[in-house]
Structure formats: C-alpha cells, structure tokens
C-alpha cells in the first residue's frame, strides 16, 4: 500500500473563526475514536490547518476508509502518498510511480495542481504543474492534459514533506460530534426516529435515547430491536445511553381512565413528559422526535402542538418536512432500515384507537387528564425509577 | 417459578445425553473417515447409534442416514426421491397443514416441472383418506405427510393412508415427516408401509443439529449433498459423531420409556385440557383419544391476543408458543395451519401451544393454568377495541 497517509478534508469547521481550534480538536478525536478499533496503528494530528492519519506498514487500508466514512465533519477522504523531497526530477519519478500503483491503466486525461504551503520552495507553482505534467506525458504517452474537466486531478502539496493524492472519497460531512451540545432522542423501532437521530447527531449533537416499552404488549425482541437500532446510530454519534422506560402501568392507567380517541396524545404527552425528566437529569438540551407532519394522527400540526406543550427543553425534529420515502432513503443509506422494518409491535400502536382525534383541542385534552390526577404522578415517577439505562456504544 | 411448556419447539437435554456428547468431543473426539484409531473408535459410536435408532424402528441399520436435522430429511427426501423416480410420473401430494421444510422444497419441484396435490384437513386437523384416495392418479410418483402436527397435535391417519397409497400403486413412495412423532408414538416403518421418515433429534432430549432419514432399502433416491462420499455417498460431510451419539442416547431413553412417558404424558394433557376448560371462554383445539398427540395443547383465548398473553406469561417464568404470529395491527400473518383449520379470526389471533414432554410436571401445569386464570380477565379488560 503506498498511502501511508490520509488527509482529512473539512468544510464547514473551516468557517468556524475563533473556535475553529475547538471544532478541528473534536473531529481528530472522533477520528481516532473511530480508528480504535481498525486493524493498524495511526497518528492522528494537526498541522497548517489540516488533519493528517499517518499509518504503519500493516493497516487494513479498506477497513480505515470505512471507518472514517462514519465520522460526521469529513468532507473529503484522500488516500495521500507522502515522499521526501529530494529535487524536481525525484518528483517527477514519484508521480510517475504514484500513478503506475494507483490507476491499472493509464489512457486518462489529467492535469496537475500543485500547490506550495512551504513558500521557501524555490520553483513556482505552474512551472512544478508544467515539469511534472511533461514528465507524465512521457511516461504514459496515452494520457492527454486537459484542464478544465480531468478525469484524473493529480494533487501536488508542498509542505515539509510534499504529498500526492488524486482521490478525494467523500465523507458524512456535518460537524464532528460533541462540538454542538447533547440532546434527548424519542427511539422507537421505527423507521423515522433512528434517521432523527443520525441527522441531529451530524450537526455535531452528542446523543441519549429514551425508548417506551410496555410489557407483555411489546416483547424483549421488540426491545434488541431498539438496542439494535441505537447501537446503528452509534456508529455515527457515538456512545448513547438508552434510557428503557416501562410504560404499561401508565397506558393501562389512561386507557382506564380518558376517551379513547384521546389516548395516543395524551400518551405521547407523557412519554414527552419522562423524557424531558432524562433530558434535564444528562444536562441535554433539547429534545429529538422523528415526526413528520401529517404522517399519522398524532403527528397533525395540531398533534404535534399538543404534545409540545408539555416541554420546556425546545423539541426538535428533523424529517418534518420529509416525505416517508425520503425518510426510507436516508434511513437505507445509514443502515437502519432493514431493523427498523422488522415486525415487532411498539408501543405505540397496541393502544390504538380506530380514529382518534386530528385536531385535539388542548383543553380537551387537560381535562381528560386531570382524570388521572389520583395515580399518575407515582405511576411516572415509578416508571422513572424503575428505568434501565443501557450504554449503547 | 419456571414451566417450560415449550416442549414442541425444543427440549433440553438429559444428563446422559450431554455426558455422551461431551466425552465425544473432549475424549473420543476422532474422525471416523480416519484410518487410525482414533477413527475407529470414533466410528464405533457412530456404527453403535446408528444400531440403537434403527432398533427404536424394526428397520436395519443400513437404512439409517445421519442429517443435520429434520430440514434437511424432508428436503433430501422429497427432492432426492422426486429427482431420481420422474421418469415414473411428476405427481406429488400433500397436506396442506405441513411443516415449511416439507412445503418448500415442494414449492421448489412445482417450478421445476412437478405437480403437486395439497390436501385440507377438518376442523381438528385431520386430512380425510376420501380426498387422499381422490388425489391418486396414475402419475402419483410421492406421498408426503406429517405424523402429528406440530401446532395442534392431530395424528394423521398414517397406516390407512400407507394401505391406500400402496393398493393403487405399490411403486408410490411415502414419506413422513416424523418429528413431532418420533420418541412420542412407536413408529414402525415396516409394519406402517413408510418408505421415508424424517427426524430431528432436539424435539426429544437431544442435541441441535442432529437428526436422520430412514430410507427404506429399496427406494430411489439421489444424494442432495456430494462431497467427501461419507455414508456411503448418500450423505457427504464429516460425520457428525457427538450429535449421532447423544440423538441415539435419548432415542434410547425414550423408546426404554415410552410407556410410563406416554402415561405421564397422557395425564399432564388431561389436567391442562381440563383446567383450560373451567376457564371461561376457552376453545380447545386440541383433542383427547387416540387421534391427538400425548404432548401437544392447543387453545384459543378469544379478546386476548396470543403474543400478548405469551409475554404474559414470559414474564412470569413460563414459556409457551403462539400459534399465529402477529406482526402489526396492519398485517396479521396467521399461522397457515390454523387457518387450514378454518377458524374464526378472533380464535386464529388468540392461539397458544402449550407442549409437554415427560419431564414436565404436574406442579409446572398447575402453575400455569393458576396464572392463566389470574391474566386472561386483566389482559381481557385492555383488548384492542
């Protein structure tokens, strides 16, 4: 393998003025924390404004490319040939080799950019593109220049030591995770909520999970099924702790007690309720649900209101605006899809009324709770006592 | 407390079964292709479990095949016999009430040019001999069928089927799916006119991965799995000597007992199917007598759905099968053997299976219609409406 080294291209951190130091010391975290477990050895470091991978003889090459594919806040991924710098004509030589190894044949068109970050480099930019272009043409005399849409763009960067690459693999993009604060995620065995969590977390938000279970109306394998689904978006935002709240006492509770075509509101009203109480106990900052108006009863823009209203934490949902088949392609891409679909009954949809309410009127609604004022609160908090916490990595 | 009412899906194994196993993978662990010793050794087991199993059936040992279970039994039974006799005709037949491992690789004939005959049962899940004999033609080359069915317990009318089948034709071969059978019933292939008999040891106090096909000696059947040319190029692949070793030890152990077994059997079925009665609104699929399995329940409970009342009962230490499996409330994917019996959609949700075997005791019954009678009335109250 002649890449040794791997240069990580970031966008938006870029941008970041003052605190850009902040954002790049988070991304080279998040990179060694997605290499802890790849075959090989790296350093990880900083230098002129880029993150560099130095790695040893014997990395699994594939593996570390896939790895770094999971880490939000790389744009780009470029596989880099690192060589001394020995005189234009060595150059000339390491070019030629870089793309005898890196292309199996050699008829492309291509230009070369070079580019001098050590200013003490005593030849100019365009006179090293026009030297090493010549030498190319003479070795492959197949290839041809063309500057304005090369198939292939050879990169020439001259810094203490000068680095060649001509691939850039693209990355998640977004911004590396715990630059943006933590928030609170509603995981169901969904579709939609996973796909909450990956997009939040991109925006570089550290994440924590509640899900709703409610034995014997849903079974443990439902559960793995969100174990499984955490532990999906984990590879992205990495660890979660997954708060498993059992629910069934207090959806017996209001099926007992409030009309029917109520229930799942004022359900979710709770569910909200819990999770805001996990949320302000891990120092979250908002809450996530994977809502998308208009989807079911529950998530109408009036639904929607209903159980907002029962926050304080600002609640935010990111596929709100998403189609279910825009949500299916995200969720296909980051690999949640093929669990997300997979037939256990959640919570939500055993309590379900044939039509329940569209359009809840909220005091409507206060007043079918206050019929619960006798119980519910010991039922909450004993839900909340009762809750495992499983740290889903 | 703990009652493991799951007895149908898998058993656990007894001591002596593991003591076998274990001492053929830790001791005498030899390879019986091997030509020294300890291959030798290692074939004597083998040669010894395949004397016991043949023992348990009348038949001799030669027609005794080691398989990684019943799936592959009934696969290699109906494609290998379906292969190797269709120049005699390509008609096959069936119930309709069949296990997947039988039902599938006859789908799989149907594509490759087979037809294929499926018989339905009554409302206990009996195929009617009328229809059998109806479905019989001049280029019937295969009978398959099951001896008990594996989520009600009906025992098919397997001899009279046998008796059938062979006065139209003798050259009709018949093929039972014997895992709910086997260990259960004495099954005597000879005596019943059954050319193939499929087995798996788990279902009775043996290890996974392990079962057989008795092949009678003089049936026409291609291998399914080439290879190393082990049991006489029938079967290929390393024998699996701990699995045939600790299959025939249960074997062994339920044939020794089969009697004082079926007794105790007989008697946990009648506390249950009496106790599932007094509850209210109980419908018993299942029946007393002769023509239903000693081991197997099954029952409905009408306004509770049957996953819910299984985690119900999860919860409380015991372990039961749904008889449907429900998915969402959209799509109820019902089990096809209960709607082979034509049961009415609230019963068809509401199935459970309950299955014995004779380490189960009567202590474990009574716990479980105690707490049936405590969950059924609250489960009830918060049905879906």
Redesign the interface.
Known sequence: MIFKTILIKYGEIAIKGKNRHLFEDALVSRIVHALRDVEGEFHVYKEQGRIYIDCNETYDYDETIQALQYVFGIVGICPVMKVEEAGLRQLGNDVIAFLEHVYETHQQTFKVVTRRARKSYPIESMEVNCELGGRILEAFPEMKVDVHDPEITLHVEIREKIYIYSKIIPGQGGMPVGTNGKAMLLLSGGIDSPVAGYMISKRGVRLDATYFHAPPYTSERAKQKVVDLAQQVARYSGPINLHVVNFTDIQLYIYDKCPHDELTIIMRRYMMKIAEHFAKERGDHALITGESIGQVASQTMQSLAATNEVCTLPVFRPVIGFDKQEIVSIAERIGTYETSILPFEDCCTIFVAKHPVTKPNLNAIKRSERKLDEKIDELVQTAIETTEIIRVE | MEAYLDNSATTRCTEAVREVVVRTMMEDYGNPSSKHMKGVEAERYLREARETIAKTLKVHEKEIYFTSGATESNNWALIGAAMANQRAGKHLITTAVEHAAVLLPLHYLEEQGFRVTYLPVDERGHISLKDLEEALDDDTILVSMMYVNNEVGAIEPVAEAAKLIKKRNPKILFHVDGVQAYGKLPVYPKKLEIDMLSVSAHKIHGPKGIGFLYINDKVKIHPLLLGGGQQKGMRSGTDNVPGAAGMAQAAKEAYEHLEEHTAHLLKLKATMMEGLAKLPSVVIHSEEGSKSAPHIVSAAFPGVRS?????????RGIYVSAGSA????K?LPVSAVLKELHLRQELLESTLRFSFSAYTTEEEITYCLATLNELLPV?RR?A??
């Open positions: 996953e819910v009342l299984l985690h119900a009962l999860e919860e429900c998915s969402s409330n799509k489960l918060y879906r409406h």
